[in-house]
């Protein structure tokens, strides 16, 4: 069974930080790009950054480059999102996403592997 696990969110105060982990089983991540994204409350999918295969291409979201960093362990079939100088606005949930080619978009029908989300919420 496909499965993209996420872990890591919570609540964090503003300026904080959070790292993002999102665990892959059945299938091998490392033949994926991959990719975040979030939805805020009452809102659409927003896409967040992305990475390909190797690690050695990301792409960020304006709003989100200097503050949050994508990587990746492929022999641990794992993905990372580094959250840091947290804002109010980057409350969402955050899911994690492998596509057969590189996207940067927030269409879910643009990629072949989608997880359940994990929950950032930042407040003071």
């Known amino acids: 069974e496909v499965q993209l696990v996420e872990s890591g969110g919570g609540l964090v105060q503003p300026g904080g930080s959070l790292r993002l982990s999102c665990a892959a089983s059945?299938?091998?991540?490392?033949?994926?790009?991959m990719s975040w994204v979030r939805q805020a409350p009452g809102k659409g999918l927003e896409w967040v950054s992305s990475?390909?295969?190797?690690?050695?291409?990301?792409s960020y979201a304006d709003s989100m480059k200097g503050r949050f960093t994508i990587s990746r362990d492929n022999a641990k079939n794992t993905l990372y999102l580094q959250l840091n100088s947290l804002k109010t606005e980057d409350t969402a949930m955050y899911y994690c996403a492998a596509s057969e080619y590189i996207v940067v978009t927030a269409t879910r029908a643009d990629y072949k592997y989608w997880g359940q989300g994990t929950q950032v919420t930042v407040s003071s």
């Open positions: 059945g299938f091998t991540l490392s033949s994926y790009p």
């Open positions: 990475i390909g295969t190797g690690g050695e291409y990301t």
